[in-house]
């Protein structure tokens, strides 16, 4: 009885919801390093650092990105191509990244 309920529990997570592969996220993060680096801390004053991030944030803004319900010039067009494994992997490896926050002083 257990098992059938464990399948139909996995079967009802959607795949966006599932933990994405950091690794394969640090492959796919080669065409975002222009502006958010390879190490997600921003190049260009105008984009955001990513490095650190909570992954369920990166991966909802990715998909709102992709599907045009949050807007931004670069990035609807940058994320139009992403599959949700793309997004999912991107998060995991941004979110994986480790930063100090220090306070000023």
Known sequence: MIRPLLLLAATLVPLSAQAGDAALGRKKATACQT???????????EAPNLAGQVEPYLVKALTEYRDGKRQNEIMNVVAKELSDSDI??????????????????
């Open 35 to 45: 502006c958010h680096g390879m190490d997600g801390l921003s190049k260009l004053p």
């Open 88 to 105: 999912a992997n991107l998060a995991a490896y941004y979110s994986r990244i480790q930063i100090d926050v220090l306070p000023p002083g």
